[in-house]
C-alpha cells in the first residue's frame, strides 16, 4: 500500500471513552503532522514530528496525546474529548519539515464526540 | 487572526468556463504558496505552487498568479469541468523559519455541466 492511510476512517466516541487514530506513511517521509478541519474554518495544525521527535504542538489541548514511535507511523490518542472536538483529523507527512515538496494527506478520521 | 484567507466559501462556474479562486494573505514573510484540491472523504492532494520569485506559474490547465505587493494570489482553471468540482485550498509557508503551512478556510467550487 502507498501514500497515507489513516485508521478509523469514521470514529463515534463518548466524551468518558479512550480512543486512538492511526496513521501510516509509506513514502519515506521523515516529517509527519497531525491537521485539525472543523467545518468552514482553516485546517489548523496541531503537532509536527520530525524524524520521531515532537517539534510543534501548537497549544493544542492535553486531551490530545501524539505518539510517533518511528517515521513512518503516528498516532494520536484521545481521551476525555468534548463535543467541540468533533472534526476531521487529517494526517500529512513530507520529505522534510519544510516546502516546496508539499504535504502528501491521509484521507483522515471523522470524528464525533457525543 | 487568519493570515491566509479565502473569502469566497463556494463558486459555481459552467464547463468549459474560466475558473477564479482567490486568496489573500496578510503575513510578508510567506515566500511560498501551494493550492490545493480536496474531494469529499479524500484528504487534500497537491495542486500546484509558486515561489515568491515568480509571478505566475502554470501546469497543463491549470494557473496560479501571485502579486505580492497586494498579497494576493489567485488560481485560474480553464477550461473548467466537472470533475474540477472539489473545495480548493490555499496554503502559505515561510522558508527556514515556520515549519508549518497556513491554510485557508477553502472554497467549495461547483462546475455545472
Known amino acids: 500500500e502507498t501514500g497515507v492511510t489513516q485508521t478509523p476512517r469514521h470514529l463515534v466516541m463518548g466524551m468518558t471513552n479512550k480512543k486512538s487514530l492511526k496513521c501510516e506513511q509509506h513514502?519515506?517521509?521523515?516529517?509527519m503532522y497531525w491537521y485539525k478541519q472543523s467545518a468552514k474554518k482553516p485546517l489548523e495544525l496541531m503537532f509536527v514530528?520530525?524524524?520521531?521527535?515532537?517539534?510543534e504542538n501548537n497549544s493544542v489541548p492535553s486531551r490530545f496525546s501524539p505518539e510517533c514511535p518511528n517515521s513512518s507511523h503516528l498516532f494520536l490518542h484521545l481521551h476525555t474529548l468534548q463535543p467541540e472536538d468533533s472534526a476531521l483529523y487529517l494526517c500529512?507527512?513530507?520529505?522534510?519539515?519544510?516546502?516546496?515538496?508539499?504535504?502528501?494527506f491521509g484521507s483522515g478520521t471523522r470524528l464525533t464526540v457525543v | 487572526d487568519q493570515q491566509v484567507k479565502q473569502n469566497s466559501p463556494s463558486l459555481s462556474v459552467q464547463e468549459g468556463r474560466i475558473s477564479i479562486l482567490n486568496c489573500d494573505y496578510t503575513?510578508?514573510?510567506?515566500?511560498?504558496f501551494l493550492w490545493y484540491k480536496k474531494y469529499p472523504a479524500e484528504g487534500p492532494t497537491f495542486l500546484i505552487s509558486?515561489?515568491?520569485?515568480?509571478d505566475k506559474n502554470e501546469d497543463g490547465r491549470f494557473t496560479v498568479f501571485l502579486n505580492k505587493s497586494a498579497k494576493h494570489l489567485s488560481l485560474h482553471i480553464v477550461p473548467s469541468q466537472p470533475g474540477d468540482s472539489a473545495v480548493y485550498f490555499c496554503?502559505?509557508?515561510?522558508?527556514?523559519?515556520?515549519?508549518?503551512?497556513?491554510f485557508g478556510s477553502g472554497t467549495q467550487l461547483t462546475v455545472l455541466p
Open positions: 500529512a507527512s513530507s520529505q522534510e519539515v519544510s516546502p516546496p515538496y508539499g504535504y502528501t
Open positions: 513514502l519515506g517521509h521523515n516529517a
Open positions: 514530528y520530525n524524524f520521531k521527535e515532537q517539534t
Open positions: 503575513n510578508s514573510m510567506f515566500d511560498y
Open positions: 509558486i515561489s515568491s520569485i515568480k
Open positions: 496554503a502559505a509557508y515561510t522558508s527556514g523559519s515556520a515549519r508549518q503551512l497556513t
